[in-house]
């Protein structure tokens, strides 16, 4: 098993320009902003989450992605809730059709903060983003936030967690590089539906591993591109299909197809199926108006069946400063 990592890492390191660079997630969908920086202060509140994943548990060496996240509105004045329910109502949608929602609602700003680190043996990746977005109204149901992100990416190697037959291969020395990074995005969404699309590292930096080498790799540009319905089953039953177009040049795109059905704005439990035949189970629990805890299982990418446990990942999200003491996010569910 010592010898599978090293192997396994030398094997991957020269396709990591050609393959998904940005660590997956299983659920992004109850934390978007990981992908899209127009989220930002989407809520009348701080959002902020805490993620792992764990990729092939149980291998030594094992892919650990960590991750935190927080983007909270400035400016937002648009007002809702239902006094003695715990629950709150949207601030703009079906249940709310006064001709007061349009001067309830005002455009306000958001900013946000990202930090992802992650880890495949001796290969760590470090990225640190800052996020600005801007929200308006463009009817009374509808509205349109674009947002960017900007920050840095930490690619490095630590050769003394690798192990050679020959003590003074060249191949023995740690390499580091840092990086800008940019990110941009928008997102049209209304109380029971959304639509975003963004761009990641769009300024296609190179980086090697050798600098000795001249041919240099490149942080590929990723194109993510989603959409979201609620359907309201019951007065407590509803339920959330969503599609998430991915795309990495010179790759062909992916697709995932995901189903969340929420009760009572406290439980959830679905599914979600990604086009190389993986697949991912997903449950959730809001434990009240701060706390929730979401949980995902994936069985991994196909080829290393057979290798470790499968996926685990775990998501512990935080509302502060929720006022209105909502349970469920009023536009991201």
């Not at 764990?54 to 648009?78: N, V």
């Not at 949207?90 to 946000?112: A, E, K, L, Y």
């Not at 963004?198 to 490149?218: K, P, Y």
């Not at 929730?292 to 446990?309: C, Q, S, T």
Request: hydrophobic share 40%.
């Amino acid at each position: 098993m010592k010898l599978f990592l090293p192997l396994l890492l030398f094997c991957v390191l020269p396709l990591l320009v050609l393959a998904q660079q940005k660590p997956q997630y299983s659920q992004y969908t109850i934390n978007n902003y990981l992908l899209n920086p127009a989220i930002a202060g989407i809520e009348d509140y701080a959002d902020m989450k805490i993620g792992s994943r764990s990729q092939m548990s149980g291998i030594e060496g094992e892919p650990t992605t960590y991750y935190l996240s927080a983007h909270a509105p400035i400016g937002y004045t648009s007002k809702g809730g239902r006094s003695g329910s715990g629950k709150s109502t949207p601030s703009f949608g079906n249940n709310n059709r006064s001709g007061r929602i349009s001067q309830r609602f005002r455009p306000h700003h958001g900013i946000g903060v990202l930090a992802v680190h992650d880890r495949l043996g001796a290969f760590y990746r470090t990225e640190a983003s800052f996020a600005y977005a801007y929200h308006l109204a463009l009817s009374r149901e509808v509205k349109l936030s674009g947002g960017v992100s900007a920050g840095l990416i930490q690619q490095r190697l630590r050769s003394n967690e690798l192990s050679f037959a020959n003590p003074v291969d060249g191949a023995n020395a740690d390499w580091n590089m840092v990086k800008p990074n940019l990110s941009a995005g928008l997102w049209l969404y209304g109380s029971d539906f959304y639509i975003g699309t963004s761009a990641t590292q769009l300024l296609g930096n190179s980086i090697n591993f050798d600098n000795s080498v001249e041919d240099r790799n490149l942080l590929y540009e990723h194109y993510f591109l989603t959409g979201a319905y609620k359907f309201d089953i019951t007065e407590e039953v509803s339920l959330v299909p969503s599609i998430m177009l991915m795309w990495l040049q010179p790759l062909p795109g992916s697709i995932d197809f995901n189903l969340r059905a929420v009760y009572d704005d406290r439980l959830w439990i679905g599914g979600s199926y990604r086009q190389n035949g993986n697949y991912a189970v997903l449950a959730g629990v809001t434990i009240n108006h701060v706390f929730d805890l979401g949980y995902a299982y994936d069985r991994g990418i196909p080829a290393f069946n057979g290798m470790g446990n499968g996926n685990h990942e775990v998501v512990i999200g935080m509302r502060v400063f929720n006022k209105a003491k909502v349970l469920c996010p009023q536009n991201l569910w």
